[in-house]
């Protein structure tokens, strides 16, 4: 099932590159293209299932229900490591589909479809990893193991690729 869940996921992000390189705007080539989605790979890998990481681990400290496991979310630590086995596929495939599709102007809407898209990619990613009885109890793990840690660290990393949106460089910055 993992197999054909990577096979899926990597047909579809293959599918979308090559559907922005066939209709890609006027005065970019096919290399620039490639150049960031290869750049937005690596920029959503090395970020992607750390920040992940960080998501789960609010969400087991929270589960927790009593201030006895607030202890507990420094060892989360240790985690970061293992992040990568988990989350990095779904960060290396969401990654080169955000650097694809790299926009000439960055807003909220440019931040966001990423994170979906990661969220959906690490829920993906997780299914294969699931009981065997495809029941709807699964897919509630699977939205917290993956989804939601997806959909966040796939916004955090769409910003650092894609900059500050033109409004919010516009503001100035507060006195300090």
Not at 61 to 89: C, E, Q, R, W
Not at 136 to 161: E, H, N, Q
């Amino acid at each position: 099932m993992l197999l054909l869940t990577v096979g899926v996921l990597t047909a579809l992000s293959l599918a979308a590159l090559l559907w922005r390189i066939w209709r890609r705007p006027a005065g970019k080539t096919a290399g620039d293209i490639l150049r960031g989605a290869a750049g937005g790979a690596g920029l959503f890998l090395a970020l992607g299932p750390p920040a992940g990481t960080v998501v789960f681990a609010l969400f087991v400290t929270i589960a927790g229900h009593d201030l006895d496991s607030l202890k507990n979310l420094p060892m989360m630590i240790f985690m970061v490591p293992y992040s990568y086995l988990f989350g990095g596929v779904p960060a290396l495939l969401c990654g080169g589909v955000a650097g694809a599709f790299r926009p000439a102007r960055a807003s909220w809407r440019s931040y966001c479809w990423p994170g979906l898209l990661g969220g959906l990619y690490a829920s993906g990613f997780q299914l294969g990893f699931a009981s065997r009885d495809y029941s709807w109890s699964d897919l509630t793990g699977l939205l917290v193991i993956g989804g939601i840690p997806g959909l966040v660290s796939g916004v955090a990393c769409a910003r650092v690729l894609y900059g500050k949106s033109p409004v919010a460089a516009a503001e100035p910055d507060a006195p300090t």
